[in-house]
């Protein structure tokens, strides 16, 4: 009787044993998958850092490269528009660009280009724009007068100095200032509406000779 509680208690005493087993070795793999877990996650955020990184460093790369591309072009290019040259007028602190066309988006962005020659050529260049107050525009145009100095830079960075001769207002369908009748001379003639657009003021003027 003895002998079988004796291998009785054995058994369980083994199935004890073996359960604990199981239930130590179950400890050891749910901390090591924690772990494993713990370093993939940590490996997922780092990668997410570093990616981050790398987006960040090429978005400001190429915003650099666009401000050294802007600065190389800034006299060739005006709010999408390619220019043909530089106006400057001293008397109402004007510099602005020139574009080679005339309509209703261009004449919303500088002034034009309404007919004649490039810019420094021979012949009457008409350049017309708004009469807003904007630092590019005609604003201040009725303040000019006679005598008073216009300067012209084409692309290729030469520059002439103009003298106004003559300032007149017209309308619209009296289109004589734009004659290239110039015998010869550079010429440019600025345009922009009155008050009202009722007329169009004219400001003209003749290359300066040394």
Do not use: W
Not at 167 to 173: A, C, L, N, T
Not at 190 to 205: E, Q
């Amino acid at each position: 009787m003895k002998s079988k509680i004796i291998v009785i208690n054995n058994i369980k005493f083994m199935i004890i044993l073996f359960l604990t087993i199981i239930f130590i070795a179950f400890l050891i793999f749910n901390s090591n998958a924690q772990d494993v877990n713990s370093i993939q996650n940590n490996v997922v955020v780092n990668n997410i850092k570093i990616e981050n990184k790398i987006e960040s460093n090429t978005v400001e790369t190429v915003t650099n490269t666009e401000k050294e591309i802007s600065k190389e072009d800034a006299l060739l290019e005006v709010n999408g528009e390619m220019v043909i040259g530089k106006l400057e007028v001293p008397k109402i602190d004007l510099i602005t660009y020139i574009l080679p066309e005339t309509n209703k988006e261009t004449l919303n962005k500088s002034v034009t280009k309404l007919c004649g020659p490039k810019v420094n050529g021979v012949g009457n260049l008409c350049i017309t724009g708004h009469n807003y107050h904007k630092d590019n525009m005609f604003g201040d145009l009725k303040e000019v007068e006679v005598n008073d100095r216009i300067y012209l830079t084409d692309n290729n960075g030469n520059k002439i100095e103009y003298g106004v001769y003559e300032i007149y207002k017209v309308y619209p369908e009296e289109v004589e200032c734009l004659s290239q009748d110039t015998k010869g001379e550079r010429e440019v003639t600025l345009i922009t509406c009155t008050t009202g657009a009722v007329k169009r003021l004219i400001v003209k003027a003749v290359e300066i000779y040394d």
